[in-house]
Nanobody, 117 residues
Framework: QVQLVESGGGLVQAGGSLRLSCATSGFTFDINNMGWFRQAPGKAREFVSCITRGSGSTMYADSVKGRFTISRDNAKNTLYLQMNSLIPDDTAVYYC??????????WGQGTQVTVSS
């Protein structure tokens, strides 16, 4: 079955960096578009970034553009999110997701990122 498992979250001071990983299995990773989302306490889940299959074109939310970098390693079936210059507003649970035919159809369990000021 499809599985997405995030890791790499933690507590970091403002200005610091973290690298999130999303290990996947149960589907053909390299032919699927993938994405990262986040949900802060009391807020709706929001889009962070996505990356296409093949050429690996990327897209970012304005709030993270220039600070976060999404990437993928198709040989390892793993999605990454490098997060630099973290700010307290980046505090959230981060989720990776697999794009299906019309929407993101599978989600990981999430990894907590906490940025202290």
């Amino acid at each position: 079955q499809v599985q997405l498992v995030e890791s790499g979250g933690g507590l970091v001071q403002a200005g610091g960096s973290l690298r999130l990983s999303c290990a996947t299995s149960g589907f053909t990773f390299d032919i699927n578009n993938m994405g990262w989302f986040r949900q802060a306490p009391g807020k709706a889940r929001e889009f962070v970034s996505c990356i296409t299959r093949g050429s690996g074109s990327t897209m970012y939310a304005d709030s993270v553009k220039g600070r976060f970098t999404i990437s993928r390693d198709n040989a390892k079936n793993t999605l990454y999110l490098q997060m630099n210059s973290l700010i307290p507003d980046d505090t959230a649970v981060y989720y990776c997701a697999k794009w299906g035919q019309y929407e993101f159809d599978y989600w990981g369990q999430g990894t907590q990122v906490t940025v202290s000021s």
